[in-house]
């Protein structure tokens, strides 16, 4: 596709359960990032992916949050017993290259709510 | 570790009137800078960046931005904003060595009145 792609859009859940983002970086980028925005607040860095390296989880909240992503391609976001303040927007983004070199590409979002 | 500082949360202008966003940031080595821009029902979209050379960076839409180095600043400007250029405007930097990760400010809300 021609940019980041995200899904789902919107999703509404209770507390406790379980829920899957997904998220589609650009052909070829081989950098790929999630953020959370907080209502009212900035970008918070989740976790890094770089091709086959290990990934930088060093924002992950809680252990209630785990990412995986194989190869360069798609990655999911899993936030396992969601709680209230887990409601946000959930972006990722994409890269050629690691670092500053190349800007990072972002998705729409998911906007998640916890009831 | 890195901070990001935009000191306007709203600030709203009239068309045609100057604009100036400020950005400060805190770390302690060398960095890249970004400003990005949100529309309404948009995605973010990178704005400008700087990553060394001339410390004035031009941008889309007429903006531009000047690293400080001395005031670890990154202020966004633009002449003459118009109606459309209302929106949220994030500034960010990351680490030239090291962590890869964007740290944000809080975001700017401009909204320009017609």
């Known amino acids: 596709g021609a940019g980041v792609s995200q899904s789902p859009s919107n999703k509404v859940t209770e507390k406790g359960k379980d829920v899957e983002l997904r998220c589609d970086p650009i052909s070829g980028h081989t950098a790929l990032y999630w953020y959370r925005q907080r209502l009212g607040q900035g970008l918070e860095f989740l976790i890094y992916f770089q091709g086959n390296s290990a990934p930088d989880k060093s924002g992950l909240p809680s252990d209630r949050f785990s990412a995986e992503r194989t190869g360069e391609s798609v990655s999911t976001l899993t936030i396992q017993r969601t709680q209230q303040e887990d409601s946000a927007v959930y972006l990722c983004?994409?890269?050629?290259?690691?670092?500053?070199?190349?800007?990072?590409?972002f998705g729409d979002g998911t906007r998640l709510s916890i009831l | 570790a890195q901070s990001v500082s935009q000191h306007n949360h709203h600030v709203i202008l009239s068309e045609a009137a100057s604009l100036e966003l400020g950005c400060n940031y805190s770390?302690?080595?060398?960095?890249?800078l970004f400003w990005y821009v949100q529309y309404p029902g948009q995605h973010l979209q990178l704005l400008l960046k700087?990553?060394?050379?001339?410390?004035l960076v031009k941008g889309i839409k007429g903006f531009e931005a000047e690293f400080i180095k001395s005031k670890f600043s990154f202020n966004l400007r633009k002449p003459s904003v118009q109606w459309s250029d209302t929106a949220e405007y994030f500034c960010?930097?990351?680490?030239?060595?090291?962590?890869?990760?964007?740290?944000f400010g809080q975001g700017t809300r401009l909204t320009i009145n017609p």
């Open positions: 700087y990553f060394s050379g001339d410390p």
């Open positions: 960010a930097v990351n680490a030239v060595k090291g962590a890869q990760k964007l740290v």
């Open positions: 770390y302690g080595g060398t960095v890249n």
């Open positions: 983004a994409s890269s050629w290259t690691p670092g500053g070199i190349q800007p990072q590409h």
